[in-house]
Nanobody
Framework: EVQLVESGGGLVQAGGSLRLSCAASGFTFDDQTIGWFRQAPGKEREGVSC????????YYADSVKGRFTISSDKAKNTVYLQMNSLKAEDTAVYYC?????????????????WGQGTQVTVSS
């Protein structure tokens, strides 16, 4: 079955950095869209960033542009989210999420497959 396993969350001070990883299994790493949504208490779920594994197209929410960078390693079936200049408002549970197609417009609506979530807490 399709599985997404996340790691890399933790507690950091404002201005610091974290790197999230999402290891995928159960499907080929071609022509997919993989990235992260985040959810904080009392807030709507937000699509943070994603990448397509066919041509490497990327999407970033306006709130993270210039601070976060997404990348993929096809050989390892893994996607990474480098988060720099973290702010208190980045605090949330981050969920790796994937669709088995390369359409960012569809991923932004929702994803079919989800990881277990990893907590990111930024202290101010």
């Amino acid at each position: 079955e399709v599985q997404l396993v996340e790691s890399g969350g933790g507690l950091v001070q404002a201005g610091g950095s974290l790197r999230l990883s999402c290891a995928a299994s159960g499907f080929t790493f071609d022509d997919q869209t993989i990235g992260w949504f985040r959810q904080a208490p009392g807030k709507e779920r937000e699509g943070v960033s994603c990448i397509t594994t066919d041509d490497g197209s990327t999407y970033y929410a306006d709130s993270v542009k210039g601070r976060f960078t997404i990348s993929s390693d096809k050989a390892k079936n893994t996607v990474y989210l480098q988060m720099n200049s973290l702010k208190a408002e980045d605090t949330a549970v981050y969920y790796c999420a994937a669709n088995l197609n390369p359409l960012i417009s569809l991923w932004k609506l929702t994803a079919e497959y989800w990881g277990q979530g990893t907590q990111v807490t930024v202290s101010s």
